[in-house]
């Protein structure tokens, strides 16, 4: 059935379309702002995004150059009979290609080790607790089934005094700043992953764990939980609004905490009234 043959080109031509197509269209891209297909809003960002396409590009190549293999030989090799209803072509057996073994071992084992060393430099300037900024921490972010509970330092400057901001899926940092938070779990795994930021991190239960990054860019963006954590694990969205200055930022602090102390006051009120 030589049919075969065009229903993998098919299926091959679909794919690599996808992925030349996908750079020109917001949607199918890595998330960015609206209308900045290419602009990545943090410094790691950008290196992440390379990395991304440089693995793109090994995929794709050699996906191509397996795909073209598949097509031709399920087309050539194709199992013809003769009008007496004979095959046309003895089946050959091989017992393997030793050489072919190791070239094709060797090969994708060196673009691994090539990958491993390029991308070190990254992945320590992330991850690596020594690259991380000297800076207090703006804030600390613990994961619950099914939301993160953001806690800001009060008036005080410190955090986990009784004067601390709480609020539910809403982080707020400062534009062109390095920012630190301290990631918690309180039930099971979590992930907090801000895809716009090119940032994600398990919140692991019993685990401190410090994350930074910052962003060029003002706006509202998205927190998503990247790691399968229940039945509500949908409902762990929660919004990061970039302020543009330090200003704004205190102020919303500001109104947060009077809003909290009143909705506090109106409570103790309501329950001496009884
Ligand atoms: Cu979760």
Request: charged residues 20%; contains cysteine; glycine residues 6%.
């Amino acid at each position: 059935m030589r049919n075969w043959s065009i229903l993998f080109a098919l299926a091959a031509i679909a794919s690599v379309a996808a992925f030349l197509y996908a750079p020109f269209s917001a949607d199918w891209w890595l998330p960015n702002p609206p209308d900045q297909t290419h602009h990545v809003i943090s410094a790691f960002g950008r290196e992440i995004d390379n990395l991304f396409l440089i693995i793109l590009f090994i995929t794709g190549a050699v996906f191509i150059g397996t795909q073209v293999v598949l097509v031709y030989s399920s087309y050539k090799f194709v199992d013809e009979m003769d009008e007496h209803g004979k095959p046309k072509r003895a089946a050959t057996y091989s017992h393997g290609n030793n050489r072919l073994e190791v070239i094709w071992t060797i090969i994708p084992g060196a673009i691994l080790v090539f990958l491993a060393v390029y991308q070190v430099g990254t992945w320590a300037s992330i991850k690596f607790r020594s690259a991380a900024p000297r800076v207090a921490p703006l804030a600390e972010i613990t994961a619950r089934q099914f939301q993160w509970v953001i806690r800001y330092p009060g008036p005080d400057g410190r955090l986990n005094s009784p004067d601390d901001l709480v609020v539910v899926n809403d982080f707020h940092f400062v534009k062109n700043k390095q920012t630190l938070i301290y990631l918690k779990s309180s039930d099971v795994l979590h992930s907090f992953y801000l895809p716009h930021l090119r940032i994600k991190q398990d919140a692991v239960p019993g685990l401190t764990i410090p994350v930074w990054f910052d962003s060029d860019t003002a706006g509202s963006f998205e927190i998503a939980c990247a790691e399968l954590c229940g039945w509500g694990h949908y409902k762990m969205r929660g919004k990061v609004t970039i302020h543009e200055t330090e200003t704004d930022f205190q102020r919303w602090v500001s109104d947060q905490l009077t809003e909290q102390n009143k909705s506090q006051l109106t409570m103790t009120a309501g329950a001496e009234g009884r």
